[in-house]
């Protein structure tokens, strides 16, 4: 089964090595794995997403939860969710086909980004399904390059996936404001 994952965790060195690491330990793939600064700039989120059974998926949230660093983690798979991602595509097309390579471009409200006499470099943003549909569409063309960032996914519930108001707060000495204990590693 296809899961889709969001982890908020503490943005500094080395979390990110933790958080994929529990997964290839656990034999689990990740197909894709997208990070970005949150509203505030010490937190991240994550966006992972990965196929394999419940069981594994069940011990792998439980481990992350364990890290210091994870703030929060949500199953985005069982929840309503909006998600999207951005392609970059690079298109041979020449002048006798250039209008039919548009035509396409401008059906699926997608942008060229670039153009050179041989190709043409489109962005892309949407769902997997479309972004699919629209590969497929340019490949008789011929596809040069494809640079796909991976999934972001966010919940469509209203209280939503916030950053808790304690964690953005910090102490007249830098150090996190208090936070509900996490277990220290011994």
Do not use: C, W
């Not at 990110?16 to 290839?24: E, K």
């Not at 943003?125 to 490949?139: F, H, N, P, Q, V």
Request: glycine content about 6%; proline content about 3%.
């Amino acid at each position: 089964m296809r899961h889709v994952i969001s982890v908020l965790v503490e943005n500094h060195f080395g979390v990110l090595a933790h958080v994929s690491g529990l997964f290839s330990a656990r034999g689990f793939n990740i197909d894709s794995l997208t990070v970005g600064e949150t509203e505030d700039p010490s937190v991240s989120r994550m966006t992972i997403v990965a196929k394999g059974d419940d069981r594994v998926l069940d011990q792998i949230m439980k481990q992350l939860d364990r890290l210091v660093d994870v703030i929060r983690i949500i199953d985005l798979t069982k929840e309503e969710m909006i998600a999207r991602e951005l392609v970059l595509v690079k298109v041979n097309a020449p002048a006798k086909v250039r209008s039919d390579v548009i035509q396409v471009v401008n059906t699926f409200r997608a942008k060229i980004v670039d153009v050179n006499p041989k190709n043409l470099i489109i962005e892309i943003t949407g769902t997997e399904s479309k972004i699919d549909a629209i590969l497929e569409l340019l490949r008789p063309f011929g596809i040069r390059e494809v640079v796909r960032t991976g999934l972001v996914a966010m919940s469509r519930q209203s209280d939503g996936y916030k950053v808790p108001a304690h964690t953005a707060a910090k102490s007249e000495e830098g150090e996190r404001a208090a936070r509900p204990a996490k277990r220290k590693k011994k």
